[in-house]
Nanobody, 120 residues
Framework: QVQLVESGGGLVQAGGSLRLSCAAS????????MGWYRQAPGKQRDLVAA???????NYADSVKGRFTISRDNAKNTVYLQMNSLKPEDTGVYYC??????????????WGQGTQVTVSS
C-alpha cells in the first residue's frame, strides 16, 4: 500500500507565498514523475507542475515564473513553492506520483488534497 500525504496549504493574501509538500510512503520500489494538480470549485482538476525523477520540469502557463516544483528523491517528497499568489490560484491542490511498488506493479497514486485560498 502507498500513501501520499500533503501539507502546507492555507489562507494567504494576494502577493503572498506558500510552500506545499507531499511525502510518499509505503511499499515503494521507485517513483517516476511527480506532480501537483489544482481543482477550483466547479472546475476540472488541471496540472499545475510536474517533475521527472531526473529533475526535468513542466509548468502550466498560468504559473510559469511564479511557482517552482522540486523533489527530494531520498525522501520520496515533492514540493511546490508558490510565490506572487493570485486569487485565481485558489483551489484544492492534489499531489500525484507514478509509483512502481515493491510487487513491481506500476500505477499512479493521489494525495488527499490540501486547500489553498488566496484572498484579494
Amino acid at each position: 500500500q502507498v500513501q501520499l500525504v500533503e501539507s502546507g496549504g492555507g489562507l494567504v493574501q494576494a502577493g503572498g507565498s506558500l510552500r506545499l509538500s507531499c511525502a510518499a510512503s509505503g511499499s515503494i520500489f521507485s517513483i517516476n514523475a511527480m506532480g501537483w494538480y489544482r481543482q477550483a470549485p466547479g472546475k476540472q482538476r488541471d496540472l499545475v507542475a510536474a517533475i521527472t525523477s531526473g529533475g526535468s520540469t513542466n509548468y502550466a502557463d498560468s504559473v510559469k515564473g511564479r511557482f517552482t516544483i522540486s523533489r527530494d528523491n531520498a525522501k520520496n517528497t515533492v514540493y511546490l513553492q508558490m510565490n506572487s499568489l493570485k486569487p485565481e490560484d485558489t483551489g484544492v491542490y492534489y499531489c500525484h506520483a507514478d509509483i512502481r511498488r515493491t510487487d513491481l506493479s506500476f500505477r499512479g497514486s493521489w494525495g488527499q488534497g490540501t486547500q489553498v485560498t488566496v484572498s484579494s
